[in-house]
């Protein structure tokens, strides 16, 4: 017999706290310009329960009654406001890694560059910290099972990728390194634009061996607790 789905006063008090992350990172992606209006969405894990933002729903307007949860199939288990119509790329990045949220952007200068070339070329070393360059997915209509199968070739090996002629999805162990790495693809986006513009030279660009060590040692960044 299939799980009744809970009501937004059925949610568990960790749904409601992640819930509360999940709109204030949603609301972050507006504030710094990662997108306009409803464009793009977030999800964070809780156990087998995937929290996603609502679609169409400005994010100044969510509250904790619109909690909107999935279960890894994508059968709705909480809430009742619709998921994101990009509901199929966050679940396959749930399903074939051990990520625990998920952002996704129409980031301006990272939408260019999946306009204009197959691979983000390394100049910085950032690049290392998802996994090495950054790749392209072929274009698919966006919500499509195509659109993710195409993200999941693109992110195999990394923890970010560009959406061709559409945008950026990043993943981490928290909402906060999900959202840090989709900030930091955009700035190496807009690099490596304003580098490239400048007339008669060409960017330098790091090895592989050179975003190999950074990679590593990007692993021990941060406080240690």
Known sequence: MAELR????????????????????????VADGLVVGTSGNVSARIGDVVLVTPSGVPYDRLTPGDITGVDLTGR???GTPVPTSELPMHLAVYRTTDARAVVHTHAVHATAVSTLVPELPAVHYMTGALGGPVRVAPYATYGTD??????????????GC?????????????????Y???????????LWLTASSVPGLTPSLLTEAQLAEAGERLKGYGQRR
């Open 76 to 78: 709705q288990v909480l």
């Open 180 to 190: 840090d790495r989709t900030a930091q693809l955009e700035w190496m986006c807009r």
């Open 162 to 178: 560009l959406l061709q002629n559409h945008g950026t999805i990043t993943y981490g162990a928290t909402l906060d390194q999900a």
């Open 6 to 29: 809970r009501s937004a006063e059925e949610t568990h008090p960790d749904e409601a706290r992640l819930w509360t992350e999940v709109v204030a990172t949603a609301r972050r992606t």
């Open 146 to 159: 195509e659109l993710a199968e195409n993200m999941l070739g693109a992110l195999a090996g990394r923890s």
